[in-house]
């Protein structure tokens, strides 16, 4: 079966992007289309936060016109043939912050959109959106589109996940700075280079803002070749793609596809004095340690969703086990079903758990005041009185999360089943 896996040609228009002035934006836009005449099924890519820079006086006013400009994208990409992509500020219909969404738009409509997960914290953006969870693959007509979003561009292992699953053409909308630009160069290369992809990349041009960005968006082959380069003025680059040229170097070795299992997920259970050396090293640049603790006895996708929600608090996820000794105390003479080693053992297979200390105590408390978390994670069936070592916490800076579990289930009620099911 013959598999779509390459756009027949990629392109980036490169503009000064007008802060706060949709209509201007758009307009600029089509200029640029227009006078370039891109071939049909061609994708072209605009910077990040085309329409409205990082206004973010406006951010829910501008977002509010997101339909309006997806609708100006569909009629450009419906009179050009063509596939068109950038970002877009996306309001959730709730109170939440909005999404950095990149939209990839051809002449049927939307074809797929993805949400920005590595917010820039130097430009304050995690004060106004909020990242995105999950990084799929756009399914195109011409086959699978990877994206990454500016920012994102130093976490080689989105492109790498991307490119495994099937990508052969990363794509990158950006506002890159200026007194960045060898930074920009070398990663764009290094993507490239490293997956064996190419790599089309649109970024901002002239001051947008109190920021002025870097142009030199790039259109790069999968041996590192730089095919295409602006400069710092507005412009459009374009380029013909070659599946061949794909083929030809992931023929000879393919890193990418090379996925051993290097990890022993057991060496992440720490004893604490392990543990609070490890954190020590963690802590120093700045990275954010979750805690959590329970019995855990028998994991359940209640447990598993909710740690998958404290680990997104923050960088690190550290997770307190209570002994056997302490469960029985808590639980009586009959639990735990599971001892202390094998609990914490399938607890380390998890990817979203970092570490795993146990603790003998009732409580956690001596736990969480040796690590001081800067977030103390805990169900919101717990109010905050009852929650030991919050007032802890929030007296050092940091700060409790309350999760709701979204899995109506527990251990115990696992265990009475499993009880009448089998008999005596």
Request: charge should be negative; glycine fraction near 8%; hydrophobic fraction near 40%.
């Amino acid at each position: 079966m013959s598999i779509p896996s390459l756009f027949p040609a990629a392109a980036c228009v490169q503009f000064n992007v007008a802060f706060g002035d949709i209509d201007k934006n758009i307009e600029q836009v089509e200029h640029l289309i227009n006078s370039c005449r891109p071939a049909p099924d061609t994708l072209l890519l605009l910077p990040e936060m085309w329409t409205t820079g990082f206004d973010y006086a406006h951010t829910a006013e501008l977002g509010a016109r997101t339909p309006e400009i997806v609708s100006s994208m569909e009629r450009m990409a419906a009179r050009h043939q063509i596939y068109l992509a950038g970002t877009l500020t996306e309001l959730p219909g709730n109170e939440a912050l909005p999404f950095n969404m990149l939209y990839l738009v051809g002449p049927e409509g939307v074809v797929g959109r993805v949400a920005k997960q590595h917010l820039f914290a130097l430009w304050h953006e995690d004060q106004h959106y909020q990242g995105g969870q999950t990084a799929p693959l756009l399914q195109t007509p011409q086959g699978p589109l990877g994206a990454l979003i500016c920012y994102e561009l130093r976490f080689p292992e989105l492109a790498r996940r991307q490119v495994f699953a099937g990508c052969r053409i990363v794509a990158v909308s950006a506002q890159w700075p200026l007194v960045r630009l060898d930074h920009w160069q070398t990663l764009l290369r290094a993507r490239a280079i490293e997956n064996q992809s190419y790599v089309v990349a649109a970024n901002g041009c002239g001051r947008t803002g109190s920021m002025e960005l870097a142009g030199h968006s790039m259109i790069i082959g999968p041996d590192g070749t730089v095919l295409r380069a602006a400069g710092t003025t507005a412009t459009v680059i374009a380029c013909p793609l070659d599946t061949a040229q794909v083929d030809g170097q992931r023929s000879r070795f393919y890193p990418a596809g090379r996925r051993a299992w290097l990890s022993a997920d057991s060496e992440k259970i720490k004893t604490l004095d392990e543990l609070l050396a490890e954190l020590t090293l963690i802590r120093r640049d700045g990275s954010r340690i979750a805690f959590t603790n329970g019995c855990f006895d028998i994991l359940h996708p209640g447990h598993v969703s909710y740690l998958e929600e404290a680990r997104r608090s923050a960088d690190c996820l550290v997770v307190g086990v209570n002994t056997d000794i302490s469960v029985r105390a808590l639980k009586g003479a009959d639990r735990p079903i599971n001892g202390e080693e094998d609990r914490a053992r399938v607890l380390a297979a998890l990817g979203c758990v970092d570490y795993v200390v146990l603790f003998t105590e009732e409580t956690p408390l001596h736990l969480i005041t040796a690590i001081m978390p800067d977030v103390l994670v805990k169900g919101a069936d717990w109010a905050e009185k009852q929650i030991v070592g919050a007032a802890e916490v929030k007296a050092q800076g940091g700060r409790l999360l309350r999760i709701p579990f979204t899995h109506q289930c527990s251990t115990t009620t696992l265990i009475d089943r499993i009880r009448t099911a089998v008999p005596d």
